[in-house]
């Protein structure tokens, strides 16, 4: 249980809305405003990482559900395939395989 809830995340839904589409945290593919998603940290507190959009990206509800976590997934994904998408700040290894829309 963290305090993930609340108006912090009303507030953080509101603000990547209007930067949407996204490359999901996950699966690197487009997260759009008309499909489920949710706001991801990508560091989870436990480890240092903060509650403020720094920390935070967007993923697909099915992508954060199938990962059943946060930073496991960031890491199960990494594993499985590089990211082809460009993803600021996420991964360095991302800034080698920029894919030009
Ligand atoms: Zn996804």
């Excluded at 993930?4 to 589409?21: E, I």
């Amino acid at each position: 249980m963290t305090s993930w809830t609340g108006h912090k995340v009303t507030k953080a839904r509101a603000t990547w809305t209007q930067r949407l589409p996204l490359p999901c945290y996950q699966c690197k593919r487009p997260v759009y405003p008309g499909t489920a998603w949710v706001v991801e940290h990508m560091t989870p507190r436990s480890q240092g990482g903060t509650l403020g959009p720094e920390n935070q990206w967007v993923s697909h509800r099915h992508c954060s559900d199938r990962s059943g976590g946060r930073m496991a997934a960031a890491i199960t994904n990494t594993r499985r395939r590089p990211p082809d998408t460009q993803l600021p700040t996420m991964t360095p290894s991302a800034e080698r395989r920029i894919r030009p829309r």
